[in-house]
Nanobody
Framework: QVHLVESGGGLVQTGGSLRLSCAAS?????????MGWFRQAPGKEREGVSC????????VYADSVKGRFTISRDNAKNTVYLQMSSLKPDDTAVYYC??????????????????????WGKGTPVTVST
């Protein structure tokens, strides 16, 4: 069993910054699992934002956030972060973190769909005002 809790969301103006955190716990969780960030805006499908390998050595981003978002992890704290800068109204969404317990240490080729993720947090909302 894995429990994921996101935090750090809120209201920010266009061009501002936020840092999201995802704390993992539970007897099943291991630092050998990749972690991903996803988001879903009202009326839109879920979108993969970023994924990070177990070691943190490999990271991938959606084209829409490259150069603005940075994913990182601190395995000693069982925590994954998403540093967001230059935020736009289009970034408004509920942000979720998730983890894949079965594939391996790397992110799946189709990680963006979220289909391979086994556990999800409840999400933290981010609103970027005009």
């Amino acid at each position: 069993q894995v429990h994921l809790v996101e935090s750090g969301g809120g209201l920010v103006q266009t061009g501002g910054s936020l840092r999201l955190s995802c704390a993992a716990s539970g007897p099943t969780f291991r630092s050998s699992y990749p972690m991903g960030w996803f988001r879903q805006a009202p009326g839109k499908e879920r979108e993969g934002v970023s994924c990070i390998s177990s070691s943190g050595g490999n990271v991938v981003y959606a084209d829409s956030v490259k150069g603005r978002f940075t994913i990182s992890r601190d395995n000693a704290k069982n925590t994954v972060y998403l540093q967001m800068s230059s935020l736009k109204p289009d970034d408004t969404a509920v942000y979720y973190c998730a983890t894949d317990l079965e594939y391996g240490p790397e992110c799946r080729v189709w990680w963006t769909s979220g289909a391979g993720m086994d556990y999800w947090g409840k999400g933290t909302p981010v609103t970027v005002s005009t």
